[in-house]
């Protein structure tokens, strides 16, 4: 199989057109092309002239006189398919225990049951039918559930976001990912699509049919079921405890989320080692889709074969990283608190992503520096901005926010926007809810945005914090090799929770890991007890 690149089509063209584009590119005729399929399709706007461009996996009769002749953009196929490894030979006595039921929980759970281990699964929010109605009634009124909300619950915070699955690696187990999402319903562009998304309404299909084909697989699912305690006995897991019983465990997968706060506390009293850890703190700022549609695609912004804009952009002032983060196209600002007396802003959107405003987060990097030493300071910092921004909400959880131009101190003007947040706004000075390294950060960011993306040029875009949930502010020590915790044998912390990813795909990777690290060492008996 080879492996055609840079291969580019014009909005007119029909995709049809690629089979002539691949004859003329490798010289042959059509009986000696004998099949080819898109691998990625990506969109090039830098420039007047869009364009489709796509990396196209060809086979034909004879590949090696074409490897031979060296040309550009024309390689053999790295392609691969991923296998599960073979299982080790340690009898595992009882059920593997997976603790939550994010990303890295449903991969490694699926993993685990797809090779026979029947794994029980602990999930501390409930099914993500319940979840959405315990969402929806907290936006009409103001009652937040703590354990079932945007970030806790069944698929966990990724639900209510927009089904990104952005993937910075060339990582095979993406390829195996991106096809277990197929299959349980997710759109099949994300195979091909440079930036895919599933979208938050079809997400919550495809984490129902996850969990039934676990089950059929021989798991079982515990929900509104937190786990109090890691029971250990020379270091090593035993059991745990949850609602008041003792679960006994060979094996336990933590894929906690980044929102389990008392969870760390807990663990880390009871021996799990951990670390502080840097991450990114800012606000959600809102445009037009239509505004960021034009900045990217200029005169073709209504053209019928464009999907909706998104952005990523960087800048660093005095070694500071400033980054948008989380880019939801046609999406909202969504209350994404999982604490009474708190207010947290993320950013959600549906697969058709066609509401009227865009959003993303605008983050700032915060260390020790910031927020002190301790393994829960940075947590601690976290929940101090929360607290504020509820206070400065004024009312059953509005949110804090402020127009482009009034924290820049500069004129407000261009297209008003309308802020998406779903429980209300109350405009007050930003200045007053952010420490000053954050809003110089800020500050920056927007003007050296401005100068890259002409949508950043309204000051009337919309500002709402606080958006604090970006990644964990602490990571459970693990082993590199191993993949299990430092202090506790047989506990392996995996995901965005424990620290070791930020996103779907990452953390869904990083869930398949544990899960191999586990059957690798592990055997999975016939008769595994069902209990």
């Known amino acids: 199989m080879l492996r055609l690149d840079q291969i580019k089509l014009?909005?007119?063209?029909?995709?049809?057109?690629?089979?002539?584009?691949?004859?003329?590119?490798?010289?042959?005729?059509?009986s000696d092309l004998l099949h080819y399929e898109i691998y990625k399709k990506n969109i090039d706007a830098r420039h007047q002239c869009i364009l489709f461009v796509y990396s196209v996996d060809v086979e034909v009769k004879d590949e090696e006189a074409i490897l031979k002749k060296k040309w550009k953009n024309i390689r053999k196929s790295p392609k691969q398919e991923y296998n599960y490894p073979e299982q080790g030979i340690i009898e595992m006595k009882h059920r593997p225990v997976v603790v939550g039921f994010g990303p890295a929980g449903m991969f490694a759970a699926l993993a685990l049951a797809r090779n026979g281990y029947k794994p029980r699964i602990f999930e501390q929010g409930k099914q993500v039918e319940q979840r959405i109605k315990d969402v929806q009634k907290f936006v009409e009124t103001g009652e937040l559930d703590e354990s079932s909300n945007i970030q806790f619950g069944e698929g966990g915070a990724g639900t209510f976001s927009d089904g990104k699955l952005t993937a910075r690696t060339k990582d095979l187990r993406v390829q195996k990912i991106y096809e277990e999402l197929i299959n349980h319903g997710a759109p099949h562009e994300i195979l091909t699509d440079a930036y895919p998304h599933i979208g938050s309404d079809r997400l919550i299909e495809v984490v129902a049919n996850m969990r039934k084909t676990i089950i059929a697989l021989g798991g079982t699912f515990h929900f509104s079921s937190k786990v109090d305690a890691l029971i250990s006995v020379n270091d090593r897991i035993t059991g745990i405890e949850v609602n008041h019983q003792i679960i006994d465990a060979d094996v336990v997968v933590l894929a906690l989320g980044n929102s389990a706060r008392d969870s760390f506390v807990k663990f880390h009293k009871q021996g799990l080692a951990m670390e502080s850890k840097p991450y990114a703190i800012g606000v959600r700022i809102e445009h037009t889709q239509e505004s960021i549609d034009k900045a990217l695609y200029h005169e073709y912004y209504n053209h019928e074969s464009l999907h909706a804009a998104s952005y990523r952009l960087t800048h660093q002032h005095n070694g500071l990283g400033i980054y948008t983060f989380c880019m939801c196209p046609g999406g909202e600002v969504v209350a994404a608190t999982s604490r009474r007396g708190h207010v947290v802003v993320n950013g959600m959107s549906d697969y058709a992503r066609d509401n009227v405003n865009a959003n993303s987060a605008i983050l700032v990097q915060v260390n020790e520096e910031d927020y002190g030493e301790g393994v829960f300071a940075g947590m601690e910092f976290q929940e101090k901005l929360e607290r504020k921004a509820f206070e400065l909400g004024g009312s059953n959880y509005k949110a804090p926010a402020q127009r482009v131009g009034n924290f820049l101190q500069v004129p407000v003007q261009g297209e008003e926007i309308k802020p998406s947040y779903p429980l209300g706004v109350n405009y007050i000075d930003l200045h007053s809810l952010l420490p000053e390294k954050v809003c110089m950060?800020?500050?920056?960011?927007?003007?050296?945005?401005?100068?890259?993306?002409?949508?950043?040029?309204?000051?009337?875009?919309?500002?709402?914090?606080?958006e604090t949930r970006s990644s964990s502010p602490v990571r459970i020590l693990r082993e590199k090799e191993t993949l299990q915790s430092c202090s506790i044998r047989n506990v392996y912390?995996?995901?965005?929770?424990?620290?070791?990813?930020?996103?779907?795909?990452?953390?869904?990777?990083?869930?398949?890991?544990?899960?191999?690290?586990?059957?690798?060492?592990?055997?999975?008996?016939?008769?595994i007890e069902s209990k």
């Open 10 to 30: 014009t909005l007119q063209d029909d995709e049809s057109l690629l089979k002539d584009k691949i004859l003329k590119i490798l010289s042959i005729s059509e």
């Open 441 to 466: 950060g800020l500050r920056e960011g927007l003007l050296a945005f401005a100068r890259k993306n002409e949508a950043f040029k309204n000051t009337n875009a919309v500002l709402t914090g606080v």
């Open 493 to 527: 912390p995996v995901g965005e929770g424990s620290g070791y990813s930020g996103g779907i795909t990452s953390s869904a990777i990083d869930g398949l890991k544990g899960a191999e690290a586990i059957i690798e060492k592990f055997s999975s008996p016939d008769e």
